[in-house]
């Protein structure tokens, strides 16, 4: 019994569609009210169901929020909830198909920087919920002999991600934050990675080079190969003790948790 009105009441609150085809049959499993009938009590919840989705991906994706407008982000959140619909007791992932429901929005206006900007902010979100894994040490970076570190390997940090986007996604998602006018959105290839460290979503803006060398530390290369790597793909050639410099601000910043030597 209970398990056929919590599968009903599911269906009736959640399922896409017209109202009168999701709270047909409310009479077997809801009474009526003094002034309600079954449908109306139950149809109260059901309003509630998409209210709830946007709030919970108004938080998730304010860029989203800020670019569609209110009317605008409310047929926006219809629209991916019937594609990609709560399945669990939290909402803290109903968000994670955003950018592919974008991506596969063939007719939808900008829709490249629309992706960008979901990729983000996803990220972001991620990063924020991700465990917290320990940053290395300074006794742990010391420990390393001196002749050991061409071969090290790192390992980052649980809240870590690395992206590349065609637009500036990130100067807006910074304005939305601000609420200040957001800049005029061009192609121009950015590269970031976003952390966290003590609690706080960060983010460092990479050039070509460092995005690379990084890249290659997160995959596991060893530093000196990696550095080799980075150097010798960098046009122009950017000095190695730029390459440097780039991995000890990562290495301060914490974005990394393991080092492997042997």
């Known amino acids: 019994m209970l398990a056929g009105l919590q599968s009903w009441m599911q269906q009736a609150v959640a399922k896409p569609?017209?109202?009168?085809?999701?709270?047909?049959?409310?009479?077997?499993?809801?009474?009526?009210s003094s002034t309600l009938s079954p449908e109306q009590r139950t149809g109260i919840y059901r309003g509630m169901y998409l209210l709830r989705m946007?709030?919970?991906?108004?938080?998730?994706?304010?860029?989203?929020?800020?670019?569609?407008?209110?009317?605008?982000?409310?047929?926006?959140?219809?629209?991916?909830?019937?594609?990609?619909p709560s399945r669990s007791y939290t909402l803290n992932r109903l968000g994670d198909h955003v950018p592919e429901f974008i991506r596969r929005q063939r007719g939808l206006k900008r829709r490249e920087f629309l992706y960008d900007?979901?990729?983000?902010?996803?990220?972001?979100?991620?990063v924020f919920d991700?465990?917290?894994?320990?940053?290395?040490?300074?006794g742990q970076i010391a420990a390393v002999p001196a002749e050991k570190w061409e071969s090290a390997r790192l390992i980052p940090v649980a809240?870590?991600?690395?992206?590349?986007?065609?637009?500036?996604?990130?100067?807006?998602?910074?304005?939305?934050?601000?609420?200040?006018?957001?800049?005029?959105?061009?192609p121009?290839?950015?590269?970031?990675?976003?952390?966290?460290?003590?609690?706080?979503?960060?983010?460092?803006?990479?050039?070509?080079?460092?995005?690379?060398?990084?890249?290659?530390?997160?995959k596991g290369e060893p530093l000196?190969?990696?550095?080799?790597?980075?150097?010798?793909?960098?046009?122009?050639?950017?000095k190695e003790g730029a390459l440097f410099a780039w991995f000890q601000r990562w290495m301060s910043e914490g974005l990394f948790g393991k080092i492997r030597w042997r």
């Open 117 to 126: 900007m979901a990729r983000a902010e996803l990220a972001m979100t991620e």
């Open 17 to 32: 569609g017209s109202d009168a085809a999701a709270l047909r049959g409310a009479g077997k499993w809801v009474r009526p």
């Open 159 to 186: 809240a870590f991600r690395m992206l590349e986007f065609d637009y500036p996604v990130p100067l807006y998602l910074e304005a939305v934050r601000e609420e200040e006018p957001p800049p005029v959105m061009r």
């Open 54 to 84: 946007r709030d919970a991906l108004t938080v998730d994706y304010p860029g989203l929020a800020h670019y569609f407008g209110p009317d605008g982000f409310e047929r926006f959140v219809a629209s991916y909830v019937k594609k990609f």
């Open 224 to 238: 000196g190969k990696a550095v080799e790597a980075a150097w010798l793909a960098s046009t122009p050639r950017v």
């Open 130 to 138: 991700e465990r917290e894994t320990p940053a290395l040490t300074p």
């Open 188 to 218: 121009r290839r950015t590269r970031v990675v976003y952390y966290r460290r003590d609690y706080a979503l960060l983010r460092l803006d990479l050039k070509p080079a460092a995005y690379h060398l990084l890249g290659l530390l997160a």
